[in-house]
C-alpha cells in the first residue's frame, strides 16, 4: 500500500516536471514498454536500477536467480512462452560476462530478449577499472544490436530503439551498457517508443510476383513438403500454416524450434527433421519434388550432408532474413518475408488438393520406426526406464497441454520426439547453441510467464548439475515447476557418441553424481527417486497433481542411444534405425 | 569457383563500432581485407566504408547479405573490378641527391603521370594516384635512387552504374512511410 502511494507520488512528481535519475528513467521506460517482469543479478555498478526498483516493486517484478546465466536464460523462455521481449539485469564486469552464454543462444534462436548491464563511471571506462569489462566488445557477435550509454539524457532514446530492434524483423537480444554515473544524473523524463531507423528496415513490401511463382509451384507439385521452423511461431503463423496445410493437403514436417507450430497428432504431421528427427521426413526429403520451407534456416542439424540434401527438390524458401536465403541451400525461389504475411497472401493462390499415396510413404515410415525404435523406447517391458517411456507417460498424462522444457542432449531429444505437442510455443528448448544447463533456468522463466500452464522440464543429471543453483530462485519464489532429471549417469549424448564413433571409448562422460532428492530436499524442493518401473506412472502422477515444485530424479538406462540417427557426414536419406556395436 | 578481387562499399551510420562488426563477419568468414578506407560518403551524415577483398562470388553475396543485416548498415555494394572506376594514392619520400643526377627525375615523373609535391635539400615527395600495378611499378623504378619512406592509400571507388544512394535512401523512406500509413489505418479501424 504503502508502495503504490511512492509511485502515485513519482508520477504526479513526474507530471509537475520534476527531474528524476537516470536509473529511474530507465525503469520508467521499461513500464512504458509494457515490462512487468525482470530477471537479473545486482552488483556494483548497478546498484542505483536496483535501488530504484525498490519504489516501483507495484509496477515491476524482479526475480533475482542465483547465477546471471540463469537470469538470462530465464528471461529468453520468459519471452518464448510469453510473446514478449524478456527483460534481463547485470552488473557490470563478471555479472555481464556472466550472461554471455545466455546471449549467444537467445541469439542463435532468434528469441527477443533487452539485456541491461551496468558499466563503471564513465571517467574510467579504458582504464581497467575494478569490474571493468568491454562488454560491448565482447557481445557483439551475440547480439543484434548493442549500445553504451553515457549520458542520462541517452537512456530513453537507446531503451526504446532497443525494445524496436529486439522485437522487429528477425528478434534477437540486444544489450544496452549503461555508465554509473548516467544511472545517478538527472534527468527531465519523456519517452517516445521507436518505430523507425533509416538503415533498418524491418517491414518488406510483399513480392506478390514470387508468392504467385509460389502458388505455381505448389499447385504442379507431386510430392511436396512442408518444412516448418521456428519462424511460424515468431510470426504468429499457426493457423495460417494449418489452414494451408490442409487446404493444399501438403504434409508438415517441423525443425526442433518449429516443433509446437503443427500439432502433432494431425494426420498431416509428418514428424520432426534432423539428426534425431523422425524416419519419415527426413528419408522422404530425399524424395520430394518440392520442398517450402517456412521460417527456417536450412541448419546443419536439419540438412545432414549438403551434398546430398533435397536433390530431387525444388525448394521454395520463406524467410524473414534475407541473409540467411542461399546460405546454406541453393533456393528456386525466395520469399524474403514475414511467414504470416506471405501464408495470407499464397492460401488464396493454392488449390485444394491431397497427396493420399504421397502421405501414404510417410505412414510407412512412421510404421517402420515405431516397430523398430519407438515401441521399444516408448513402451518397454523389462530392463531399465527408458527416455522415451518417461516422456511418453507425461505426455499421455498432460493430453500435450503442458510446457516442455528440455536441457541439450538425449533428454531433448527424447522429449522433442515423444512428446505430443498440441499447443504453440509448448516447447522451450536450445536449438542453435545447444546449451547444457539451460533447462532449469529456462522452466523458471516459462513458469513465471505462463503460471497457469503445467510447466515440466526434462533435464539429464549433466546439464543439471550446470545450473544447478537455480534451484535455490525456484525455493525463493516457490516456483512451481516440475523437474524431471532423466539420470543415466552419463553425458548421454556425448556417450552415444563416443559409442559409436570413437570406439566406445568414454572419456569423462561417466559422472559421479549427488543424491539429487536429498539436494532438492535441502531447498525445501518435494523430491522421489524412481528406478523401478512399477512406481514410474504413479510417481509421475503425484508429481503433476503436487501445488509445488517437485523434482522427480528417474533412473534411466545407463547406455541407451537416442535413434534414429543422420550420423555427421551422411545424408538425410541415410538416416539409420539401428546401431549394433 | 575461383577466387577474384571484390570490392565491397558499405555506407552506414556513422556509429561507434561499426568497423568493429564488418571484421568480425570477415574474421567468422576467414576473408583478409586487402586494403580499407572510411570517410564520409557525398550524402550528408552516411559513412562510407570501402574494402577490397579476394573470395569467391558465392561467399562475396553471404558477406555482403551479412553487412546489409547489421542494423547501423544503409546498404551495401560487392563489385569487380571492372564494374568501378577506382584509384589509389601513394607517396614516396626519395633522396634529392640521387634523383636530381641529370634529368631522370623529370622523365620518370612524366612517364608516370605522377607529381611531385614537396622538395628539400635532402628529400623530395612524389604523388601518385592509380591502381596498385602502376603504383608498384613506380617504385621499382624509383627504388634504385633511394626510397626513403613509401606509403599507399586504400582504394576509392566510383561506380560505373547511374543509379545512387540517394535513391535507394528515399525507396527506403517511401518504404516506410507506407508502413507507417499502414500502423495508421490499422489503428484507425
Not at chain 1, 457 to 467: E, L, S
Not at chain 2, 119 to 141: F, R, W
Amino acid at each position: 500500500m504503502k508502495k503504490e502511494k511512492a509511485s502515485e507520488e513519482i508520477d504526479r512528481n513526474h507530471l509537475n516536471g520534476y527531474e528524476i535519475t537516470g536509473a529511474e528513467a530507465l525503469l520508467r521506460c521499461l513500464i512504458a514498454e509494457g515490462v512487468d517482469t525482470i530477471f537479473g543479478y545486482p552488483g556494483g555498478a548497478i546498484m542505483p536500477v536496483y535501488d530504484k526498483l525498490l519504489d516501483y516493486e507495484d509496477k515491476l517484478r524482479h526475480i533475482l536467480t542465483r547465477h546471471e546465466q540463469g537470469a538470462a536464460h530465464a528471461a529468453q523462455a520468459y519471452s518464448m512462452v510469453t510473446g514478449k521481449p524478456g527483460v534481463c539485469f547485470a552488473t557490470s564486469g563478471p555479472g555481464a560476462t556472466n550472461l554471455i552464454t545466455g546471449i549467444a543462444n537467445a541469439y542463435l534462436d532468434s528469441v527477443p530478449v533487452v539485456f541491461i548491464t551496468a558499466q563503471v563511471v564513465s571517467a574510467l571506462i579504458g582504464t581497467d577499472a575494478f569490474q571493468e569489462t568491454d562488454i560491448l566488445g565482447v557481445s557483439m557477435p551475440v547480439t543484434k544490436w548493442n549500445c553504451q550509454v553515457k549520458k542520462s539524457e541517452d537512456i530513453p532514446e537507446m531503451v526504446a530503439k532497443a525494445f524496436y530492434l529486439a522485437t522487429t524483423g528477425r528478434p534477437g537480444p540486444v544489450l544496452i551498457d549503461i555508465t554509473k554515473d548516467a544511472q545517478q544524473e538527472k534527468i527531465s523524463f519523456k519517452y517516445k517508443k521507436c518505430d523507425y531507423l533509416r538503415s533498418y528496415n524491418p517491414h518488406i513490401p510483399l513480392h506478390t510476383r514470387a508468392v504467385e511463382s509460389a502458388a505455381i509451384m505448389i499447385n504442379h507439385a507431386q510430392k511436396p513438403l512442408i518444412l516448418a521452423g521456428h519462424g511460424v511461431l515468431i510470426s504468429g503463423a499457426v493457423n495460417e500454416l494449418r489452414e494451408f496445410a490442409e487446404k493444399t493437403g501438403i504434409p508438415v514436417a517441423a525443425t526442433l524450434l518449429g516443433l509446437s507450430s503443427f500439432p502433432s497428432g494431425h494426420r498431416l504431421f509428418a514428424g520432426f527433421l534432423g539428426m534425431h528427427g523422425n524416419y519419415g521426413p527426413n528419408l522422404l526429403t530425399n524424395e520430394a519434388d518440392l520442398i517450402i520451407a517456412i521460417g527456417m534456416r536450412f541448419d546443419d542439424r536439419v540438412t545432414g550432408n549438403l551434398k546430398k540434401y533435397a536433390k530431387n527438390a525444388r525448394i521454395i524458401h520463406i524467410e524473414i532474413d534475407e541473409a540467411e536465403i542461399n546460405k546454406n541451400v541453393l533456393v528456386d525461389l525466395e520469399i524474403n518475408n514475414d511467414a504470416k504475411e506471405v501464408l495470407q497472401a499464397l492460401i488464396p493462390l493454392v488449390e485444394e488438393k491431397s497427396y493420399q499415396s504421397w502421405i501414404r510413404e510417410f505412414r510407412i515410415c512412421d510404421k517402420t520406426e515405431y516397430d523398430r525404435v519407438i515401441k521399444s523406447e516408448t513402451r518397454p517391458e523389462e530392463g531399465s526406464i527408458r527416455m522415451g517411456e518417461v516422456v511418453r507417460i507425461v505426455s499421455d498424462l498432460t493430453k500435450g497441454d503442458a510446457i516442455i522444457v528440455t536441457d541439450v542432449g538425449q533428454n531433448q531429444m527424447s522429449a522433442a520426439r515423444y512428446y505430443k505437442f498440441s499447443e504453440p510455443g509448448s516447447l522451450v528448448t536450445s536449438g542453435g547453441m545447444g546449451t547444457m544447463g539451460f533447462g532449469l533456468p529456462a522452466s523458471i522463466g516459462a513458469k513465471i510467464g505462463k503460471p497457469g500452464k503445467q510447466v515440466i522440464a526434462f533435464i539429464g543429471d549433466g546439464g543439471f548439475q550446470m545450473t544447478i543453483q537455480e534451484l535455490g530462485t525456484i525455493l525463493h519464489y516457490k516456483i512451481p515447476v516440475k523437474i524431471i532429471i532423466l539420470n543415466n549417469g552419463f553425458l548421454g549424448m556425448v556417450r552415444q557418441w563416443q559409442d559409436m564413433f570413437f570406439k566406445k571409448r568414454y572419456a569423462s562422460t561417466e559422472l559421479v553424481n549427488p543424491d539429487f532428492v536429498k539436494v532438492a530436499e535441502g531447498f525445501r524442493i518435494a523430491a522421489k527417486k524412481v528406478i523401478k518401473r512399477a512406481d514410474l506412472k504413479s510417481s509421475l502422477e503425484r508429481m503433476l497433481a503436487a501445488e509445488g515444485p517437485y523434482l522427480l530424479d528417474i533412473h534411466v538406462e545407463k547406455e541407451g542411444n537416442v535413434l534414429p540417427m543422420i550420423e555427421p557426414g551422411a545424408s538425410v536419406s541415410e538416416v539409420t534405425l539401428n546401431y549394433k556395436r | 569457383m575461383g577466387k577474384q578481387e571484390f570490392t565491397i562499399s558499405i555506407f552506414s551510420e556513422n556509429h561507434i563500432g561499426l568497423l568493429n562488426q564488418v571484421t568480425i563477419i570477415l574474421t567468422r568468414r576467414q576473408i583478409n581485407i586487402e586494403s580499407i578506407t572510411a570517410s564520409e560518403s557525398a550524402v550528408k551524415g552516411v559513412h562510407l566504408l570501402t574494402m577490397v577483398v579476394k573470395t569467391t562470388p558465392d561467399m562475396i553475396r553471404k558477406v555482403a547479405k551479412q553487412f546489409e543485416k547489421l542494423v547501423d548498415v544503409l546498404k551495401v555494394f560487392a563489385h569487380t573490378s571492372d564494374e568501378i572506376i577506382y584509384q589509389e594514392i601513394a607517396l614516396y619520400k626519395v633522396t634529392t641527391k640521387g634523383l636530381l643526377s641529370g634529368n631522370v627525375i623529370d622523365n620518370i615523373v612524366r612517364t608516370f603521370n605522377a607529381r611531385i609535391i614537396e622538395v628539400s635539400p635532402e628529400y623530395m615527395v612524389i604523388e601518385k594516384t592509380g591502381h596498385k600495378a602502376e603504383i608498384a611499378d613506380l617504385l621499382a623504378h624509383l627504388e634504385p635512387y633511394g626510397v626513403l619512406q613509401f606509403v599507399r592509400s586504400g582504394r576509392v571507388a566510383i561506380t560505373k552504374q547511374v543509379r545512387e544512394l540517394s535513391s535507394f535512401l528515399k525507396e527506403m523512406d517511401e518504404a516506410n512511410r507506407y508502413k507507417q500509413e499502414e500502423v495508421e489505418t490499422l489503428n484507425r479501424n
